[in-house]
């Protein structure tokens, strides 16, 4: 099984980063891992360049078609999810007749440093990526007090890493859409 990794953050010290690595190192041993992070150099979505796309988004739209699943870790800005990475997935969606995520199964975390779980960034994630028709799980994992919740990359809290570990085993035992 092939796992894509995506962080719609790209600070050096990201806490959603963290996260996506906390789930990837939760993955069964031997599972094939890429990671997509050239965000920050997609153009703005346009319908024109969609032919003869730039360079990062071909390779968007390669590694997504590569995956199996996809992991998408993203922070919660202004009560959704960054720009940057609705831009992503928007460019991945199309051509419409030839998305690179479609029937792709997601799971989606978030981490903040606030007091909430970024319930709403993850609950407008999925919302974006069922619509594009990809298939989010429907469970998702949030982290308060992210600034809190790691220790050495890892996540400090029990529950918190149980948590996690559920959500990639389910993310990568039910059968893969050809
Ligand atoms: C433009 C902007 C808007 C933000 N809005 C929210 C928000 O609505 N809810 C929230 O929990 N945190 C919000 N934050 C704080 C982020 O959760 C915090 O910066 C977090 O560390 C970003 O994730 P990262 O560590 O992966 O970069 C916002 C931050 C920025 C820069």
Redesign the pocket.
Known sequence: MNVLVL???A?P?????QLAEAAVAALPEGTAVERFDRFHELPFYSDDADANPPAAVAELREVCGRADVLVIAT?????SVPGSLKNGIDWASRPYADSSIRGKRVAVLA????A?S?E??REHLVAILARARAEPLARTVGIAA?HEAFVAGELADAEHAAAVENLMHELVSAPVHA
């Open positions: 962080v719609g953050s600070r010290d990201s806490f959603n980063a922070p919660e800005y202004n009560a981490a903040s440093p606030t909430g970024a709403s960034a992210a």
